[in-house]
Structure formats: C-alpha cells, structure tokens
T-cell receptor
Framework: NAGVTQTPKFQVLKTGQSMTLQCAQD?????MSWYRQDPGMGLRLIHY???????DQGEVPNGYNVSRSTTEDFPLRLLSAAPSQTSVYFC?????????????FGPGTRLTVL | AQSVTQLGSHVSVSEGALVLLRCNYS??????LFWYVQYPNQGLQLLLK??????LVKGINGFEAEFKKSETSFHLTKPSAHMSDAAEYFC???????????????FGTGTRLTIIP
C-alpha cells in the first residue's frame, strides 16, 4: 500500500490564482480530512469527509472547497489564493470517523502565496 | 470545548538522557489522548494513544505516556534519548465516549525536541 499520497509537494501561487491540492489513499478508508499547519499553531482542521459524497466543514473552512466523488480521492480547492493561505497542508485518512481509529497522514504540500 | 497545552515549544536533552515532554488537556468528557511525531519534511505519525483501559500506554520507538486524570496530564517519556528522536511532537485530544470522532481531534502547538550529542 502507498498509504496517503499528496501532490504536489511544493507550490507557489500568486494572489487570486486558484489551484487544487490532490490527496489519495489506497486503504479503503471511509474518513478523510485536510489540515493546515502554521508555525506555533499546531494543525487545524479545514474540511473532512465521512464517506463518498459526504463532506463537512472543520475549524478553518473559509477560502477552501472539497468534494469526495470516490472513496480514494479527496481534493482540496483554493478558490482565490490569499497570502494568509501560505501554509503546509496535510491530508489524513482513517478507517472510520471513530476517534479510536488511527489517522494516517500524507507527506504534506508546502504552499506559498505571493 | 477541549484544548491541549504543551509546555515548552523547544526542549533539548543530551543523548542518553531522559526525555520528558509535557501535555495537559481540558475536556468536558473523558478524553481520548494521542501523541504524534513529525520528522523534518514529513507528515505526522502516531506514536501512541490512550482510549480506554490501562493508563500507562507504550508506543513505538521506546516512548510511553501515562494518562493522569487527577492532573489532566498525558506526558510523554523515553528513558534514554537517541539522536534519531530529534523531531517535533504533538499532543492531541478527542472528547471520548461520545458521538464525536476524528473531526474533533484538537492538536497542541507542538514541542521541538533537540538531542545534544
């Protein structure tokens, strides 16, 4: 198993541009999530999904969209990038949404918005 | 609402010395508690977790943590530090035994561990 994969590893955008961060998992996990990691703030949840066709907002959803058309993929879309979205983005998945199920994290995407 | 406090954003220990990383939590219901490790330029990896049962939890790489309800703490320890332990460590909490799931996972701000040769 490849686990959780993310592309790209690095991205530089200009303010106002849009882009999609890709996330895929090959473990047949129901639950997938996106976090952003900023210095001194830990990880904060952006959006999550409990299964194909079902998504919901996390702590910091503004400026981001998600969809879950398949079990495997959970892309994160930045609609109009802003410098405040400069961050490292992590995708994670777990077998179910239960808190007893371990989340597995991808390697991250480092995004810079100029 | 739950929250997690990690005391010390940077901790340095000598190789072979005891590692102690502190974590205190607040939760309105009995919590599930986690420690994650992040090596440079990598994602987070679960070190150990407490959900129910024995309050002393053993994890990977020789780490362990003890859930102390009276102190609302879940400190991470390792008897003898190794150079490979240099990383950032995150404590996290979910309100347990409720309908909440992984969407309620709240992270602390992290502690960067440096090992001195």
């Amino acid at each position: 198993n490849a686990g959780v994969t993310q592309t790209p590893k690095f991205q530089v955008l200009k303010t106002g541009q849009s882009m999609t961060l890709q996330c895929a998992q090959d473990m047949n996990h129901e639950y997938m999530s996106w976090y952003r990691q900023d210095p001194g703030m830990g990880l904060r949840l952006i959006h999550y999904s409990v299964g194909a066709g079902i998504t919901d907002q996390g702590e910091v959803p503004n400026g981001y969209n998600v969809s879950r058309s398949t079990t495997e993929d959970f892309p994160l879309r930045l609609l109009s990038a802003a410098p405040s979205q400069t961050s490292v983005y992590f995708c994670a998945s777990s077998r179910t949404r239960l808190g007893t199920d371990t989340q597995y994290f991808g390697p991250g995407t480092r995004l810079t918005v100029l | 609402a739950q929250s997690v406090t990690q005391l010390g954003s940077h901790v340095s220990v000598s190789e072979g010395a005891l590692v102690l990383l502190r974590c205190n939590y607040s939760s309105s219901v009995p919590p599930y508690l986690f420690w994650y490790v992040q090596y440079p330029n990598q994602g987070l990896q679960l070190l150990l977790k407490y959900t129910t049962g024995a309050t002393l939890v053993k994890g990977i790489n020789g780490f362990e943590a003890e859930f102390k309800k009276s102190e609302t703490s879940f400190h991470l320890t390792k008897p003898s530090a190794h150079m490979s332990d240099a990383a950032e460590y995150f404590c996290a909490v979910i309100p347990g035994r409720t309908n909440f799931g992984n969407e309620k996972l709240t992270f602390g701000t992290g502690t960067r561990l440096t090992i001195i040769p």
